[in-house]
């Protein structure tokens, strides 16, 4: 998937369909940044816009904001929603394990809500809305949870988006079972990614870990 994965560069200065993006640094040492997408103005634009903060897909392990698919989805949102786009890229693992996706999702939510200035003057962090693609669907469900435990000021998380969230049991279901023998979401390769996604240490996350599949857990 690495050898496939083409990138596109942002464009700060030159709006491509309508839409510039730029890469803002959270953490430069945890490579902890975004891309923004923010739809050109108009006389007939709106005042303000909500922000979408968007997980990439990937199984917690592949792809970033820069991948190609991913630069040409949240590019597509900010023209057809409209809304400014901020796209996350978090650690992979499984060099980078549980809790770190999550960690990185709310850090960049804490660094939107302690920066306001950094924000395109159409966005409206007070309509914020937190969206993920399949196992970044897991990722922007707990964020969310986090979130709501947070003192945000400017920040006001108000939906979840979540497009065909991948989440696991200590059973297989049936989706699961129709998975075997596909030729890139396999049940094999579902189970690879619980694995180099979750600790060797169970105990450490409060779960148990079960042969082909993930147990319940208070976080995953």
Not at 6 to 11: G, K, V
Not at 51 to 66: A, E, I
Not at 77 to 102: D, K, M, T
Request: hydrophobic share 35%; charged share 20%; net charge negative.
């Amino acid at each position: 998937m690495s050898f496939l994965d083409l990138r596109s560069s942002a464009t700060p200065s030159a709006p491509y369909k309508g839409v510039t993006t730029s890469n803002v640094t959270v953490h430069q040492t945890r490579n902890l940044w975004f891309r923004f997408f923010v739809p050109s103005t108009t006389s007939s634009s709106p005042a303000s816009l909500p922000v979408v903060v968007f997980f990439h897909d990937g199984g917690f392990s592949f792809l970033s904001p820069d991948s190609y698919a991913y630069d040409a989805v949240c590019s597509k949102f900010p023209r057809e929603i409209p809304a400014v786009v901020v796209s996350v890229n978090y650690r992979l693992s499984p060099e980078h394990g549980y809790p770190c996706q999550y960690d990185d999702g709310l850090n960049v939510l804490k660094f939107l809500d302690q920066n306001p200035d950094s924000l395109p003057d159409l966005a409206d962090c007070s309509r914020c809305f937190l969206a993920g693609d399949s196992a970044d669907a897991n990722i922007a469900h707990h964020v969310a949870v986090r979130a709501c435990r947070e003192p945000f000021r400017v920040v006001k998380p108000i939906r979840l988006i979540s497009i065909q969230p991948f989440f696991g049991g200590e059973e297989r279901t049936e989706s699961e079972i129709r998975l075997e023998g596909a030729p890139l979401v396999s049940v094999t390769r579902t189970d690879w990614l619980w694995k180099a996604f979750l600790p060797q240490n169970p105990e450490s996350c409060h779960k148990t870990q079960k042969p082909g599949g993930f147990v319940e857990t208070e976080e995953i």
